[in-house]
């Protein structure tokens, strides 16, 4: 049978709405129905709050809240499986053209019809690489297998950086790494405003310990200006950490985080582990100074662009902050320079990349040969 064309394509992809796979799942669907592609989004894990859904409508995107678990909270890997049965139960249903997934361990059981194209987004193996280090603990193991057998199902893998997808590759001894498609953000609504005092500011899922949110907090005691830090402080199997020195926002929506982000703050991320880091595009996109841990994914992304710092040693941070607040000129150059490199980000060139991967995927080409268009 031939492939479908891209003007009558339909994809079931799989996302939640914990972290920055649900602005990437929505920011994608918005951008492929330019292409003519319709998606219907399964959501796993918590269902989308009120401003989520309406983030799902404006992108054009169908929703179907599933209740299934995600695979890093389920408690043993038969609720795993069991998701992949009912996820392929629903392609079953539906019928979509393709299918891709967020969630890459729901291709280990889930015996699709179609295509399959999964994105390497984050995993537990690669993530306790870079936050804890040595053997992996059991219930990692276990999750990581699944994972490893979603990637051998899958037709084309893709990753969001170079360096997650040389990780990936050598975590899971993958024959090459995934192509590499980076990520893109639309920008986000609000006005530019800057303050007259200037403060710090973060945001993401700040309980998850990659996301080193304890480093900020503890530079904040440091610091002669105010933090402000936007996300969760607990997730939703239990972790969590406290905010004792920065200022705790909660989560905010999008246009929440835009009048943050259009105050132009000093932009900080000491992250351990972060395949891409959506947050940190948000604010280039608005123009903040960047300063950023010193890992392979941001070096690579945003290289000239930002300040980096040991994300171990919240002192050398604090020290680089109070230099940056106290120089609004290097602030607006700083500032400038993420802007201007957030312009290579965009919602449209990922569409591009991902439907050239479901083109591949659909016409059986193999791994072997570079996907037309795929960022390098």
């Not at 890093?72 to 997934?101: F, M, N, Y």
């Not at 990936?168 to 405003?193: D, F, H, I, S, W």
Request: negative net charge; proline residues 6%; hydrophobic residues 45%.
């Amino acid at each position: 049978m031939p492939a479908p064309d891209a003007k009558s394509l339909h994809v079931l992809m799989t996302a939640d709405a914990v972290g920055g796979v649900w602005q990437y799942a929505l920011d994608l669907a918005g951008g492929l129905r330019n292409h003519g592609v319709r998606a219907t989004i399964a959501v796993l894990g918590p269902a989308p709050s009120a401003d989520q859904q309406a983030m799902a409508e404006a992108a054009g995107a169908e929703l179907v809240a599933t209740g299934l678990p995600l695979e890093w909270t389920a408690s043993h890997q038969g609720e795993v499986k069991e998701a992949s049965r009912s996820v392929a139960g629903l392609a079953r249903q539906i019928r979509p053209d393709l299918i891709h997934l967020n969630a890459p361990a729901l291709g280990a059981h889930g015996q699709f019809d179609v295509p399959v194209v999964a994105v390497c987004h984050s995993c537990v193996a690669t993530w306790w690489q870079a936050v804890k280090g040595g053997p992996l603990p059991e219930d990692f193991i276990w999750r990581t297998e699944l994972v490893r057998r979603g990637y051998a199902a899958a037709s084309k893998l893709l990753a969001p950086t170079r360096a997650f997808a040389h990780a990936t590759a050598e975590a899971y001894e993958l024959p090459q790494p995934p192509v590499v498609v980076r990520n893109g953000r639309r920008a986000l609504p609000g006005k530019t405003n800057a303050r007259s005092e200037v403060f710090v500011f973060t945001a993401g899922r700040l309980w998850d310990e990659g996301k080193n949110f304890a480093a900020i907090d503890r530079m904040a005691a440091r610091l002669s200006i105010p933090v402000l830090a936007a996300g969760p402080l607990q997730g939703p199997h239990g972790a969590q950490v406290e905010a004792r020195h920065a200022t705790p926002l909660g989560r905010l929506s999008d246009e929440g985080v835009a009048r943050y982000l259009g105050e132009r703050p000093i932009f900080v991320s000491t992250a351990l582990y972060e395949p891409f880091g959506l947050a940190v595009l948000e604010a280039a996109q608005a123009g903040c100074a960047l300063i950023l841990s010193d890992i392979p994914t941001f070096r690579e992304l945003w290289e000239g662009a930002a300040l980096f710092i040991d994300p171990q040693d919240e002192s050398a941070a604090a020290d680089a902050v109070e230099r940056l607040a106290q120089d609004s000129d290097a602030r607006a150059v700083l500032g400038r320079a993420a802007k201007k490199r957030a312009e290579a980000y965009t919602v449209e060139a990922m569409s591009e990349g991902v439907l050239n991967a479901y083109r591949s995927a659909l016409a059986g080409i193999s791994d072997k040969f570079p996907l037309e268009g795929a960022a390098a």
